[in-house]
């Protein structure tokens, strides 16, 4: 399974382990969940479905009627509802307790972090604290680089240097808050924004594109563990 693929995988038996639904809704859904700057076409949408379908992650409903959006002009609905199968919930509680290498990377990391929710309190803190491992690499990688682009390059590729470096440097920021009020609320589940499906803010690559993900239109972030009246 490539990694992008699996992300995408991961996303969907996500997304349809709280409810089934239509295709057309779940990729309105992914898009949020994913970002706008990674907005899913329903061509790379449907081969995934028709290959977890395979797999027996999915069941189908009413899978002999073609899948048609609504739209003002037609008035038509998904007649194809898609819902986890009980080998898709146990697929979705495998990738849930995964912790290793591939959960801190930026893709992988987001949509893992966005059904924390439903994780682990332990595989959280491992996620978290590999992140932040991974991120702290980068940062010694990228202050090395913007050390060589002052002497070598002009005033306007330095500051895009800077503002990647600043922006890793806030992500490792909100980790080190994030891990402190995991450690603070060990036996309680975080409510990051009111939601399962928040994502990290968003880190530059130093090269001036994002390689995380959030919704626009979404809540302001909460940290885990505040109550109601610290809101």
Known sequence: MGRRSGVLEFA??????DAPMHGYE???RLNILLGALRALSYGTLYPCLKSLVAQGFLVEDNPDVE???ATALNG???KIVYRLSPEG????EELLADSGPDAWEDERFGVHFAFFGQTDRAVRM??????RSRLEERLERMRSSLARARERFDDYTVELQRHGLESVEREVRWLNELIE???????GRPSVGGSNTAV???TSDGRGRETGSADPSGPPYDRPGRSAQER
Not at 12 to 17: A, E, F, K, M, R
Not at 89 to 92: C, D, E, L, V
């Open 67 to 69: 899948y048609v959006p």
């Open 12 to 17: 969907v038996l996500g997304l349809l382990h």
């Open 200 to 202: 990290p803010p968003t």
């Open 26 to 28: 779940l990729r309105k």
């Open 76 to 78: 038509k609905r998904s």
């Open 89 to 92: 919930k146990q697929r979705f």
């Open 126 to 131: 491992r996620v978290l604290e590999g992140r």
């Open 181 to 187: 009020t995991e450690r603070a609320n060990r036996t």
